[in-house]
């Protein structure tokens, strides 16, 4: 459609395009407001030793709703924050909300949890990061053995920087995993230079593991790269047996998935592990 626009000039229209501009604008509006209106929630993913069969962590992932739209997919709000820059406010809002989590769970007698928070790009280029970690954990007495910080590769780009900013998080006591692993800058070079705990194998290798040879291949192939390397793995995405069997037989440590259990509320988690 051509529009005509004021002093007589036209401009390509696209309602399409129109239509995602402006959920994005809402969008940023609402976050804005997002922390203050009490909107934001965080759920909580278990996380499987496979060889025990026990759950030893917990991804603390992000929830909004929004008081039009609803609920508002973190796959679709955290670009956004990430682009507005409002994902500093907010990122801050989910590592002080883990914290109280813990803090909370750690009254009640439930010690030995570890949660595993998603720190973005941006949020780990922020030279306050750590004094602002630290003085959490002093607020709400956590011990940093009960943290891991998953970031993207993404964020280790620029070596320099992340290689110094992963040495003083890991000075804080804290561990560090590398989320959604081999989808993005995958450089041989950080996995040696960086000390890095964990890989996370994305979910899109893991969702045709069986059928998907290129897959299979792929993700065995990373499974013994962290293993030669000492490092951990949890697989992500497992939704079925047959997932994780396979992965079970590739000595893969931790896994993830609905199989498992969907992210759910901290009462949820409470009720159906804590018991
Ligand atoms: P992620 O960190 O890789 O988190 C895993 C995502 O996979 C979560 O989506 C989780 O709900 C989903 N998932 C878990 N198991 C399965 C499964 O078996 N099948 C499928 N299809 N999906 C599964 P979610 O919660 O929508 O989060 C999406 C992404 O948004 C996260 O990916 C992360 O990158 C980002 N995110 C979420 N919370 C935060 C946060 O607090 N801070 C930052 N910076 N990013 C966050
Ligand atoms: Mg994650
Ligand atoms: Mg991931
Ligand atoms: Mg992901």
């Known amino acids: 459609v051509v529009k005509q626009r004021g002093r007589g000039h036209f401009q390509l229209y696209c309602e399409e ?33 496979l060889s025990s069969s026990k759950t030893v962590s917990f991804e603390a992932l992000l929830r909004w709703n929004h008081p039009t739209l609803g609920a508002v997919s973190p796959v679709r709000f955290i670009p956004v924050a990430e682009e507005s820059g409002l994902i500093i406010p ?25 949660v595993a928070i998603n720190l973005s ?15 959490l954990f002093e607020t709400y007495e956590i011990d940093p053995n009960q943290i ?13 920087e992340a290689l110094a900013m992963i040495k003083r998080l890991k000075c804080l006591g804290v561990s560090i995993s ?12 950080y996995l040696k230079q960086f000390p890095i705990d964990t890989l ?13 040879q290129k897959d299979a291949a792929i993700t065995t192939t990373i499974l013994h ?3 030669n390397l000492g490092l951990s793995v949890v697989a992500e995405g497992i939704e079925t047996k047959e997932q994780l069997e396979f992965l079970t ?25 804590f018991m």
């Open 200 to 212: 996370k194998i994305d979910q899109s290798f893991i969702r045709d593991v069986l059928t998907d």
């Open 178 to 189: 590398v989320d959604d692993f081999g989808t993005g800058f995958s450089s041989l070079m």
């Open 121 to 135: 790009a941006k949020q780990f280029q922020q030279p306050h990061l750590v004094e602002m970690i630290e003085s």
């Open 17 to 49: 395009m129109d239509k995602n501009s402006n959920d994005l604008l809402v969008i940023e509006t609402g976050l804005r407001r997002a922390v203050e209106n009490n909107e934001l929630n965080l759920f909580y993913q278990p996380q499987i030793d």
């Open 90 to 114: 907010i990122g801050e809002w989910v590592i002080e909300e883990a914290c109280k989590q813990i803090y909370m769970w750690n009254q009640k007698g439930y010690k030995d949890l570890i």
């Open 249 to 273: 037989k590739m000595n893969c440590q931790k896994g993830q998935g609905y199989y498992f259990s969907k992210p759910v509320s901290h009462s949820e988690i409470e009720e159906n592990y």
């Open 148 to 160: 891991e910080f998953e970031i993207t590769e993404g964020a280790l780009q620029n070596a320099e």
């Open 225 to 227: 790269l962290a293993h």
